[in-house]
């Protein structure tokens, strides 16, 4: 079952402010530099601001891979509901808007909506990354690994208060692998 619509609207409310395509430089600060390939493939999501298609949702797996014209695929795979919710595999595509940085992206989810994705943290060895957004309401906070050690979790949300996220609202997401 497609679940589109419902990735539309949560990311419509999103996309308030976008930078994605207009050249506009996010609000948000993101990282000096990501080199893409390293970036490439599984993350494990930890730690999120959900949308409302994701409130509940365990498991969570984005995975980011190229196509065969060099364009960015993510599929975003998890559980509605819980660990033993329904299965949720979302599709879609992503592009890389400062290429200089590498960490200004925009994703559509449908066509022809394109919608900021902001690498605002992102450790040294890719052994977590941060996602925002420039309304600071959805947040992705992920791990090469289905756990974050607590010390990273920690540092990861002081950085985010600093920034002016409300750290009280962001929820684990279960992962029992």
Not at 37 to 55: A, H, I, K, N
Not at 126 to 131: A, M
Request: glycine content about 10%; hydrophobic content about 40%; proline content about 5%.
């Amino acid at each position: 079952m497609r679940t589109g619509w419902l990735v539309t609207a949560a990311l419509l409310a999103a996309g308030a402010g976008s930078c994605a395509e207009g050249g506009k430089q996010p609000f948000q600060k993101v990282v000096d530099k990501v080199e893409l390939d390293r970036f490439l493939g599984s993350w494990y999501v930890v730690g999120l601001l959900p949308s409302p298609f994701e409130r509940g949702a365990a498991n969570g797996v984005e995975t980011y891979s190229r196509d065969a014209k060099g364009g960015i695929r993510v599929e975003y795979v998890f559980r509605r509901g819980g660990p033993e919710g329904k299965h949720v595999v979302m599709h879609q595509k992503a592009w890389v808007i400062d290429k200089d940085r590498g960490s200004v992206w925009a994703v559509q989810p449908v066509w022809p909506l394109k919608l900021p994705y902001l690498i605002i943290d992102l450790a040294e060895d890719y052994r977590y990354t941060v996602i925002g957004t420039n309304n600071y309401r959805y947040l992705w906070i992920m791990s090469r690994t289905p756990s974050i050690s607590e010390a990273d979790y920690a540092g990861i949300l002081d950085r985010l208060a600093a920034r002016g996220y409300r750290t009280a609202d962001i929820v684990r997401m279960p992962q029992s692998r």
